[in-house]
């Protein structure tokens, strides 16, 4: 089981290794406006999750809005300790 800082430390890797098949290389160069209407779509996916559908679907939405939200703390140069200190 992959934890949020398993799924950073992984990310960070992958951009740091410039793979060029790395799709998530490919969504932090889409820049900003890009990832960001993707974590809104994503929110949108959980709240309707969250009214309609059962937890397994749920957990899912959270789980690709989570990887969308650190794909735009790499892209920004937010590390989670920024967000920690913040929580």
Do not use: C
């Not at 960001?36 to 309707?48: D, P, W």
């Amino acid at each position: 089981m992959k934890s949020f800082d398993d799924l950073w430390v992984e990310l960070v890797e992958k951009v740091n290794g410039q793979d060029p098949n790395s799709t998530t290389l490919m969504a932090i160069s889409s820049g900003t406006h890009a990832i960001a209407k993707k974590i809104l779509e994503e929110a949108g996916e959980v709240m309707l999750a969250a009214e309609s559908q059962g937890i397994d679907e749920l957990a899912t939405e959270i789980s690709q809005l989570l990887y969308w939200i650190q794909v735009l703390m790499i892209q920004k140069k937010v590390d989670l300790e920024d967000v920690y200190r913040r929580l």
